[in-house]
């Protein structure tokens, strides 16, 4: 095994290197601070590891993504959203038998409680769907009080096919609550995400169709958001419940991690920059000059990623599905145009290049997802429900590893030790 050797006032501290399967090498600094007195400072924790996982591998500088050792490339084209749940979640891909039993399984956990319907219809209609969709998957605790006993797989399992059962009702729901239509549940002929699409969008009175080609790119849609390693939102997860809190509390505070606009709200970011160019008369050149400006806070949304610093491969799978489905539904969109502009500009411009900034995943995202009829504020929920999958099985290997409670260290910058003055007196 390596070894790190660091000095500190003359003193040097060795570190064993721990080497991943694909090797990547991360110097062991558990003993640090005991050791040396000191920690590492890391904002953001650019440079920092906060775990060893064996579920998605991810190379930035060579555009990688895989699941469980599979490309996501192959997922993408061969498997469909539920096969690479199980496959992520208990480690291989499914065979025909598990794969049925486990959609049976889920399918007889795909209804709420009725008493749920009080508390969603106590939100506003003018609430944001992630903030729902986060507080009705907190309130799913109290409908499912008995926590689960990590050391039973048996009991694991029904916490994870409860949520992948529950989470789509939820999130249709939201939308139909913001809809005015009412609240339904599934079909237990329809595939997962056929189902989803149905109970988000039937209408009363109406038969319900949709093209297979819809169903088709949602599909994909949701295996490449699947799971993306360490990011904000399942850090979230694991960190919460790194306490010991249960899956649907941990998977409660990850929707809200997801929900801000550097992280999974970027696609509805994307399309709200792209309606605020068109309507200030198209000028992509404009807007490409605000970004670039430091005095200026515009950011160009869906551009620029913490870890994909040449391309994107989801980007690049789903670019391809983009242009197929538009096609398909024969989709003429002035925004679209807008969105290919400031794609061609931004490639070919110096201070874009010159920080490896490339259009990610919710570029084309949010792109889908509007040309299938989902409303904007629905865009971040369907990151949600693909993420889902990546986040129970990181909650998983977290409590199955038994990792220790995450809690990081800072270094303190406030005041020394200071008297205190009565109120009068200050
Ligand atoms: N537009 C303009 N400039 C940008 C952008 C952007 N979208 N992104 C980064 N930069 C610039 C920064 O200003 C900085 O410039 P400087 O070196 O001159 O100071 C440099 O590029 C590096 O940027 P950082 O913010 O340090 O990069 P970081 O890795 O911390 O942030 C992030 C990554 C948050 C994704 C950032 O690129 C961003 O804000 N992008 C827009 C939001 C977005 O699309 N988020 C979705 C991420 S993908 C996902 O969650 C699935």
């Known amino acids: 095994m390596s070894k790190a050797t660091i000095e500190i006032n003359g003193k040097k501290y060795e570190f ?63 498997a469909d959203f539920l096969e690479v749940a199980y496959l992520l979640i208990f480690g291989e891909l499914p065979t025909k038998t598990q794969l049925d039993k486990f959609y049976a399984d889920i399918k007889e956990e795909s209804t709420v409680d009725e008493e749920m319907k009080k508390i969603l219809d106590g939100f506003p209609k003018s609430a944001h769907p992630m903030g729902v969709l986060s507080s009705l998957t907190s309130a799913l605790i109290a409908f499912n009080p008995s926590s689960v006993n990590v050391e039973s797989e048996e009991d694991m399992y029904k916490a994870i096919v409860k949520i992948l059962g529950k989470f789509p009702v939820l999130a249709a729901w939201t939308l139909r609550k913001k809809n005015s239509l009412p609240l339904n549940y599934g079909d237990d002929s329809l595939g997962y995400v056929e189902n989803l699409h149905k109970m988000m969008f039937e209408k009363p009175g ?51 991690a997801l929900w801000g606009p550097l992280h999974g709200g970027a696609n509805q970011a994307v399309i709200e920059m792209l309606e605020r160019i ?6 992509t050149k404009k807007f490409m000059a605000k970004a670039k400006d430091k005095e200026d806070p515009f950011r160009l949304m869906g551009f620029g990623h913490r870890v994909y610093k040449n391309f994107d491969p989801r980007a690049k799978i789903i670019k391809k599905s983009a242009d197929e489905v538009l096609a398909q539904l024969g989709v003429d ?23 490896k900034l490339y259009p990610n995943v919710d570029f084309y995202s949010g792109i889908i997802y509007r040309a299938l009829g989902i409303p904007v504020e629905m865009f971040t929920v369907m990151f949600a429900l693909g993420r889902l999958p990546g986040w129970i099985a990181q909650w998983r290997e977290m409590r199955l590893m038994k990792e220790p409670i995450g809690r990081p260290r800072q270094i303190y910058t406030g005041e020394n030790l200071r008297e205190f003055k009565e109120v009068e007196k200050r």
Request: net charge negative.
């Open 333 to 355: 969109d002035p925004v679209l145009d807008i969105a290919k502009g400031l794609e061609k500009e931004a490639l070919e411009d110096q201070y874009f290049v010159d920080r």
């Open 278 to 283: 068109k309507e200030d008369g198209g000028d």
């Open 16 to 78: 064993p290197v721990v080497e991943g399967t694909e090797n990547e090498l991360g110097i062991d600094i558990k003993k640090l601070r005991a050791e040396a007195g000191v920690i590492t400072l890391d904002r953001g924790y650019k440079n920092t590891g906060s775990c060893e996982s064996a579920i998605t591998f991810l190379n930035g500088e060579e555009g990688v993504l895989r699941y469980r050792g599979y490309s996501i490339e192959a997922l993408a084209e061969k």
């Open 206 to 256: 109406k038969s319900y169709k949709v093209d297979k080609e819809v169903i088709e790119a949602l599909d994909k849609l949701l295996i490449l958001h699947a799971d993306h390693e360490q990011n904000c939102s399942t850090s979230t997860v694991r960190m919460v419940g790194s306490s010991h809190a249960g899956l649907f509390a941990s998977i409660s505070a990850g929707i809200s």
